[in-house]
């Protein structure tokens, strides 16, 4: 069974920069891909951005390409989101997935496993 625990949400300033970590436990990480993606209130999940199963792929939401980068540790069995210049607008719960296979989606309900997310909260 796989566990996948967010951290690092927080209050930051527009402008600012932000890192999230995401700690997976379980045999499925070493292969598989991961996601980050985004719930504020009121609007559905969005993909945020997603890393191959061996870290060679990345894909970003246009909203947010040349501000985050993700990255993955298979060693240390982490996935990160480094936030930079970020905007009121980028407030949501965060949530880390992973699916089995090196290939990415952008669709929520192709990845089987779940943080519980993390808030972050920019202000103006």
């Known amino acids: 069974q796989v566990q996948l625990i967010e951290s690092g949400g927080g209050l930051v300033q527009a402008g600012g920069s932000l890192s999230l970590s995401c700690a997976a436990s379980g045999p499925s990480f070493t292969y598989g891909a991961m996601a980050w993606f985004r719930q504020a209130p009121g609007k559905e999940r969005e993909f945020v951005a997603a890393?191959?199963?061996?870290?060679?792929?990345?894909d970003y939401a246009d909203s947010v390409r040349g501000r985050f980068t993700i990255f993955r540790d298979n060693v240390d069995s982490t996935v990160n989101l480094r936030m930079s210049s970020v905007q009121p607008e980028d407030t949501a719960v965060y949530y880390c997935?992973?699916?089995?296979?090196?290939?990415?989606?952008?669709?929520?309900?192709?990845?089987?496993?779940w943080g519980r997310g993390t808030q972050v909260t920019v202000s103006a």
């Open positions: 997935a992973t699916r089995g296979g090196d290939t990415y989606s952008r669709a929520p309900g192709m990845y089987g496993y």
């Open positions: 890393i191959s199963g061996r870290g060679g792929r990345t």
